[in-house]
Structures are given as structure tokens and as C-alpha cells.
């Protein structure tokens, strides 16, 4: 068990799916401490899974229980039905954060079209 500072809670790994018509994402968090700011080590990927001419794309999200939830950019997947992509990435939320969550979805340019969201809270 890692412990991070004087009464923490320990850090460990964690992870989030979902999936709605055409797309399909994951985050991985690694190395979170519930209680922190920090997501040390977070995998998002997605997958494009319709032929249908659109494109898809995926985000993270920094749940806080006293402050908003932090929403962090989209990542985008343009090379069309059964391909996918992932990112790895660090976070900080300027909110004492209770979790994460990830959201996939399938945009036509600048519209969204459709959306998943998966929550992993502490």
C-alpha cells in the first residue's frame, strides 16, 4: 500500500468505461488519492465503432463533491470506423476531488450528436 502524506487515504488504480452508438471510451487513473487535487497518471482512449462518417471523441472529468466538477478538453479520433487512440496524461483539479469520470461521444464537426459519461467515485 502507497500512502501519500500524514492520513491519507491510499492511492491506487482505478478505471471508468462507456459506450453509446458509434463510440466507445475508457480512462485509467493510476495513483490517485481520494481527497487530492492531483491525478497523477491517467490513459484515456476511445473507439470508433459505426461506419457512419462521423467522428468521436473522448475527456476526463474531475469530480469534486464542494465545487464543481472539472471538465477537461476533448481528445478527438478522425480515422473513421474500427479504429481507435489513446493519450496518456497527468490532471489537476482545482477543486478537492471524489472521484473521476470519462465521456465518449460521436460529433459531426462541431455538433454532438450522441454522449456516454461513466462515474467512478471515492
Same mark, same amino acid.
Given at each position: 500500500?502507497?500512502? !501519500?502524506? /500524514? $492520513? ?6 482505478? +478505471? =471508468? $468505461? ?8 475508457? !480512462? ?6 481520494? %481527497?487530492?487535487?492531483?491525478?497523477? @497518471? ?7 465503432? &459505426? ?6 471523441? +473522448? ?6 463533491? $464542494? ?12 480515422? %473513421?470506423?474500427?479504429?481507435? &487512440?489513446?493519450?496518456?496524461? @497527468?490532471?489537476?483539479?482545482? =477543486? ?9 461521444? !460521436?460529433?459531426?464537426?462541431?455538433? /454532438? ?10
Amino acid at each position: 500500500m502507497i500512502l !501519500v502524506g /500524514q $492520513g491519507s487515504s491510499p492511492a491506487y488504480a482505478a +478505471v =471508468a $468505461g462507456c459506450t453509446a452508438t458509434g463510440v466507445s471510451g475508457t !480512462v485509467n487513473v493510476e495513483g490517485y488519492t481520494a %481527497g487530492s487535487h492531483n491525478y497523477p @497518471s491517467v490513459y484515456l482512449s476511445v473507439a470508433d465503432t &459505426k461506419a457512419d462518417r462521423h467522428h468521436v471523441r +473522448v475527456r476526463f472529468v474531475s469530480l469534486s463533491v $464542494g465545487g464543481p466538477h472539472t471538465y477537461y478538453p476533448w481528445r478527438a479520433l478522425y480515422d %473513421g470506423n474500427g479504429t481507435s &487512440k489513446g493519450w496518456s496524461t @497527468s490532471a489537476y483539479s482545482p =477543486a478537492t476531488t471524489a472521484g473521476f469520470a470519462v465521456q465518449a461521444a !460521436v460529433y459531426e464537426g462541431d455538433n /454532438q450528436i450522441t454522449y456516454c459519461t461513466d462515474y467512478n467515485w471515492y
